[in-house]
C-alpha cells in the first residue's frame, strides 16, 4: 500500500488527530478513522495514535495515499503546471543526503487547501522524480520567499521534520519593517492565539491564553526612521509568527496588509511580503542560503539597501544577542 506523509503545520499544532485526518481526507467518516488507526495504518512519527491524540508542528502523520471513503464526490483532477514544475528545478539551491532545498518564490503556496490548485507539494514528484516521492517537511506562507527543505526518503523526512519540530534547525529571516524596532536587539516574547473567522484568520498576542512564541531580532540596517531592514529568528513555529511579532513592535513587515493595513505599503514599490528565509543551518551542520529573488531585491534597492549584501549579512555568526 503506497503512503505519504503529511506534516504537521503551525496553524494545525494543537489539532486532534482525526479532524487533521478529515482535513486532508474530506469525506472519511469517524468509524473508518478508528479501524485506520487501530491498525496501524495511520501513524504518527511511525507509531500508533489515538483520534484524540493533539498533534504537535513538524511531527509526521503517515496515511495510505488514498483512502477509501465510499462513493467520492466527484472531483477534478489537477496536474501541476509545467512553468511550475520547471520553475522548482531552477529553484535548486543546495542538495544534501536524503534532502533537496529549493528557493521557493513568493506567491506559491507550499501546499494545497480550498481554492489552491497550484503549490509545491503539488508538483513535487514531476520535478523531483526518484526513487520514493519526495515529501515537505516543513512550509512557508504562500507570500514568504526562500529556503524551503523537501525531503528525497522517509528516514529523511522524518529526521529533517524532527529537527523542524523541536527547533534543532536554526532559521534566519531578512525582512524590510516600517520604521525601526527598540530595542535595535532582543528577543520578541509575546504569546500568540488566532482571531478572525474561517479565511480571515489572524494570529494576536494574548498573555492569558496564547501559545508560546518567541523571536530573536535584531536591526542590521536603519534606512532613517521610516524603513529598516531586520534579521529575524523564530525560536518557536506558530502561524505567522513573524509577521505578527513585528507588527506587536510597530513595525510591521511591509507588504504586509494583514498586520500592518494600508501602512505597511509606503510606496508603489512594495508588491510583495517584503520576508525572505535567508539562512537555514541543519541540526547536522549543513548550512543552506537561498540568494534573494529580484523582486525583494527590486524593493530593497529602492530603499538602498544592498540585497547581496543583505544575505552575506545574514549568514554572520553570532547574530543575535536576545534576552530583551
Same mark, same amino acid.
Given at each position: 500500500?503506497e503512503r505519504?506523509?503529511?506534516?504537521?503545520?503551525?496553524?494545525?499544532?494543537?489539532?486532534?488527530?482525526?479532524?487533521f485526518?478529515?482535513?486532508h481526507?474530506?469525506?472519511?467518516?469517524?468509524?473508518?478513522?478508528e479501524?485506520?488507526?487501530?491498525?496501524?495504518?495511520?501513524?504518527?512519527?511511525?507509531?500508533?495514535?489515538?483520534?484524540?491524540?493533539?498533534l504537535?508542528?513538524g511531527?509526521?502523520?503517515?496515511?495510505?495515499?488514498a483512502?477509501? *471513503?465510499?462513493t467520492?464526490?466527484p472531483r477534478?483532477?489537477? $496536474?501541476? %503546471?509545467?512553468? !511550475?514544475?520547471s #520553475?522548482?528545478?531552477?529553484? +535548486?539551491?543546495?542538495?544534501?543526503?536524503?534532502?533537496i532545498a529549493?528557493?521557493k518564490?513568493?506567491?506559491?503556496?507550499?501546499?494545497?487547501?480550498?481554492?489552491?490548485?497550484?503549490?509545491?507539494?503539488?508538483?513535487?514528484?514531476?520535478?523531483?522524480?526518484?526513487?520514493?516521492?519526495?515529501?515537505?517537511?516543513?512550509?512557508?506562507?504562500?507570500d514568504?520567499?526562500?529556503?524551503?527543505?523537501?525531503?528525497?526518503s522517509l528516514t529523511?523526512?522524518r529526521?529533517?521534520a524532527r529537527?523542524?519540530?523541536?527547533?534543532?534547525?536554526?532559521?534566519?529571516y531578512?525582512?524590510l519593517?516600517?520604521?525601526?524596532?527598540?530595542?535595535?536587539?532582543?528577543?520578541?516574547d509575546?504569546?500568540?492565539?488566532?482571531?478572525?473567522g474561517?479565511?480571515?484568520?489572524?494570529? *494576536?498576542?494574548?498573555?492569558?491564553?496564547?501559545?508560546?512564541? $518567541?523571536? %530573536?531580532?535584531? !536591526?542590521?540596517? #536603519?534606512?532613517?526612521?521610516? +524603513?529598516?531592514l531586520?534579521?529575524?529568528?523564530p525560536?518557536t513555529?506558530?502561524?505567522?509568527q513573524?509577521?505578527a511579532?513585528m507588527?506587536?513592535?510597530g513595525?510591521?513587515?511591509?507588504?504586509d496588509?494583514?498586520?500592518?493595513?494600508s501602512?505597511?505599503?509606503?510606496?508603489d514599490?512594495?508588491?510583495?511580503?517584503?520576508?525572505?528565509?535567508?539562512?537555514?543551518?541543519?541540526?547536522?551542520?549543513?548550512?543552506?542560503?537561498?540568494?534573494?529573488?529580484?523582486d525583494l531585491?527590486?524593493?530593497?534597492?529602492?530603499?538602498?539597501?544592498?540585497a547581496?549584501?543583505?544575505?552575506?549579512r545574514a549568514?554572520?555568526?553570532?547574530?543575535?544577542g536576545?534576552g530583551?
Amino acid at each position: 500500500m503506497e503512503r505519504r506523509d503529511y506534516p504537521v503545520s503551525p496553524d494545525e499544532d494543537g489539532t486532534r488527530l482525526d479532524r487533521f485526518i478529515r482535513r486532508h481526507h474530506d469525506g472519511i467518516n469517524q468509524g473508518k478513522i478508528e479501524k485506520l488507526l487501530r491498525s496501524g495504518s495511520i501513524r504518527v512519527d511511525g507509531s500508533k495514535a489515538k483520534s484524540s491524540t493533539r498533534l504537535n508542528q513538524g511531527q509526521l502523520v503517515t496515511m495510505p495515499a488514498a483512502l477509501a *471513503v465510499g462513493t467520492p464526490r466527484p472531483r477534478t483532477e489537477h $496536474r501541476p %503546471d509545467p512553468a !511550475v514544475v520547471s #520553475a522548482l528545478r531552477d529553484a +535548486v539551491i543546495a542538495r544534501g543526503k536524503g534532502w533537496i532545498a529549493i528557493n521557493k518564490p513568493s506567491g506559491l503556496a507550499s501546499q494545497g487547501g480550498a481554492g489552491t490548485v497550484q503549490h509545491v507539494d503539488g508538483a513535487l514528484a514531476e520535478a523531483f522524480p526518484g526513487e520514493e516521492p519526495p515529501r515537505l517537511v516543513h512550509r512557508l506562507d504562500r507570500d514568504t520567499s526562500g529556503i524551503m527543505v523537501v525531503a528525497t526518503s522517509l528516514t529523511a523526512s522524518r529526521e529533517l521534520a524532527r529537527g523542524f519540530q523541536g527547533h534543532g534547525h536554526q532559521k534566519t529571516y531578512l525582512a524590510l519593517v516600517l520604521g525601526v524596532p527598540r530595542p535595535q536587539q532582543g528577543t520578541i516574547d509575546a504569546p500568540l492565539i488566532k482571531a478572525g473567522g474561517k479565511g480571515q484568520e489572524k494570529m *494576536v498576542v494574548d498573555y492569558d491564553i496564547g501559545q508560546t512564541a $518567541r523571536t %530573536d531580532f535584531t !536591526v542590521l540596517e #536603519a534606512m532613517g526612521r521610516s +524603513v529598516s531592514l531586520v534579521a529575524l529568528s523564530p525560536l518557536t513555529g506558530r502561524t505567522h509568527q513573524l509577521r505578527a511579532h513585528m507588527a506587536t513592535l510597530g513595525c510591521p513587515i511591509l507588504g504586509d496588509g494583514k498586520y500592518g493595513g494600508s501602512e505597511a505599503f509606503p510606496h508603489d514599490c512594495v508588491t510583495r511580503l517584503c520576508l525572505h528565509a535567508a539562512h537555514l543551518v541543519l541540526e547536522g551542520g549543513e548550512a543552506i542560503t537561498a540568494p534573494c529573488p529580484p523582486d525583494l531585491a527590486k524593493i530593497m534597492g529602492f530603499f538602498g539597501v544592498d540585497a547581496a549584501g543583505a544575505i552575506r549579512r545574514a549568514n554572520q555568526p553570532r547574530l543575535f544577542g536576545g534576552g530583551a
